[in-house]
């Protein structure tokens, strides 16, 4: 494929406007906005802005909808949708946010934040605790992901059951239009009806419709107490009257609950350094549920003894530990945490990132393994996840022994097997990943035509000239 190069002048022209020593045109020191984790998609770019302000991004953005040039946002490069890599022989630029990370206000009593689109979350976080607050977005890629990206990727995490996904804790927007207008929607009010609702609209849009700037993000008061509990059980079935029980009994307190298989496990204690099983025994299936209480740290140990009593007696649980230092809580989070690197040594993982109704996750999952099976004997599927957002990464490693490259290939063949089971069980093809490029066309044959239609007007009132972030989310003609 050949590569499209931009007129010097017009890349002396963006260099201009960040200065040479942040903006990088060698091969080696872009390699790495290129490429995604997961290795999937590659892309070219003659160029790599990395503003230092708004003002700059702005600047930016009006040369580039002059002269009809595509901007790649990119945050801490770790979505896994390859929304951020520029497309591969385009000659399109990337943008990134990483200089734009100064936390601007931080206000306990009136639990918000005010933040650069570039702060990386593990630091949102550590400014929140800080102050005695809580930032409650969680991610295993907190370390790098940053707020602009979890914004763009209506980002869930582990903690979305107790407080929302990242349009949850957003309360306003600065965001950077294609023609360089700036908009300051960074309003710190939970109430406000007056009119469309815009800073939803770049919520989830992936860097499609701007590029934000600037976010008031929502502070909690921290918990006084947390319990953490790892279950193993026998079925899915059970894993799901564990969940209805643990809601019940735990109401709003209830932050986590997550699924794992056997599988996870054994692949985390395989290839995680330091990762252990927790129970002595070996279970089909397992549970982490986390349990925080705003009241007492008491309230917290009564509600996970009192479930894990009334689970065991009904015989929904097989074993269980709770864990009983903050120590030990991270432990069995990083174990959970770590299903995703853990699959990589075992070969080629084709991925899902599904959604169905809670209640369905049964006969979704028996109605998947069974067509999966058929349609490739020995896949080893690891299906995990945030089973109590409905939300499971159905994964499958390679069967054993078997070539990674021509397994990889039979990539778009599997996820139209499980898709369909997906959209018959009436869930979604991307529960907190987005679109980017990977589900771009599918998500055209799976969305209705208005549905389509009406995104597609969308994305032409914002970006006429089509320059934002184009081929992503929707096709771009
Ligand atoms: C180990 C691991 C665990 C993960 N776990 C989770 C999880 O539990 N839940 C979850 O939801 N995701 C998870 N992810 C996916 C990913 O971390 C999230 O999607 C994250 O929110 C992306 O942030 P980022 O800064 O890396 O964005 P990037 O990857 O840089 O960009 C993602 C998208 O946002 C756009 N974008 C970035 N910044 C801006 C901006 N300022 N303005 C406009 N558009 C922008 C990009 O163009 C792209 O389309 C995980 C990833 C890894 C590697």
């Known amino acids: ?72 946002p990119q945050g801490g490069n770790t979505g896994h949708v390859a929304g951020q890599i520029p497309r591969e022989g385009k000659a399109d630029m990337v943008l990134s946010l990483e200089r734009l990370n100064r ?87 939970k109430k406000d009806n007056t009119g469309y609702d815009l800073r939803d609209l770049f919520i989830g849009a992936e860097g499609t419709l701007g590029v934000v700037t600037g976010a008031v993000l929502k502070l909690f008061p921290k918990p006084l107490g947390h319990q953490v509990a790892f279950a193993g059980l026998k079925s899915v079935e059970a894993a799901l009257a564990l969940f209805d029980r643990a809601s019940s009994l735990c109401g709003p307190a209830l932050t986590g609950f997550e699924l794992m298989p056997r599988l996870g496990i054994e692949f985390t204690t395989r290839h995680i350094p330091g990762v252990r ?50 120590a030990q809580r991270r432990t069995l989070w990083h174990m959970r945490e770590s299903m995703s690197p853990a699959q ?30 058929a349609a490739m004997p020995g896949a080893r599927i690891c299906a995990f996840g945030h089973m109590g957002d409905g939300n499971i990464h159905y994964n499958i490693s390679q069967p054993l022994g078997a070539d990674k490259e021509a397994f990889l290939g039979r990539w778009r063949e599997m996820n139209a097997i499980v898709h369909a089971i997906v959209l018959k069980y009436n869930g979604s093809i991307s529960a907190e990943h987005g679109i980017g490029q990977l589900k771009r066309d599918e998500l055209a044959s799976i969305r209705s035509p208005i549905e389509i239609e009406l995104m597609r007007r969308i994305k032409h009132a914002f970006d006429p000239a089509g320059i934002m972030n184009p081929g992503k989310l929707l096709r771009q003609d």
Request: proline fraction near 6%.
């Open 1 to 72: 494929m050949t590569t499209i190069t931009p007129s010097p002048e017009l890349i002396a022209s963006f260099v201009d406007i960040v200065g040479p020593g942040n903006a990088l045109t060698a091969p080696a020191e872009i390699a790495p906005y290129l490429v995604e984790s997961r290795g999937l998609y590659r892309g070219t770019t003659p160029l790599v802005l990395k503003p230092g302000s708004v003002d700059e991004v702005s600047r930016i953005l009006r040369l580039a909808s002059e002269t009809r040039t595509a901007i790649v």
């Open 103 to 189: 936390i601007r206000d931080i206000d306990p009593v009136g639990n918000v934040i005010v933040a650069d689109a570039g702060c990386i979350l593990a630091d949102i976080q550590k400014a929140a605790d800080d102050v005695d607050r809580l930032f409650p977005l969680s991610l295993g890629s907190e370390g790098s992901a940053r707020i602009g990206g979890n914004l763009s990727t209506n980002a869930g995490g582990t903690a979305v059951l107790a407080y929302g996904n990242m349009r949850q804790l957003c309360l306003g927007l600065e965001v950077v239009l294609p023609t360089g207008e700036i908009w300051d929607g960074l309003r710190r009010l």
């Open 277 to 326: 099983d927790p129970l002595q025994t070996i279970h089909p299936w397992y549970a982490l549920i986390d349990i925080s209480t705003s009241d007492s740290a008491e309230s917290a140990e009564r509600m996970v003894e009192g479930l894990l009593e009334a689970a065991i007696a009904d015989g929904l649980i097989e074993n269980a530990i709770v864990a009983q230092s903050e």
């Open 344 to 373: 990589k040594p075992e070969g080629g993982s084709i991925k899902h990132d599904i959604s169905v109704p809670i209640s369905s996750i049964p006969a979704f999952m028996a109605e998947a393994d069974a067509m999966v099976m």
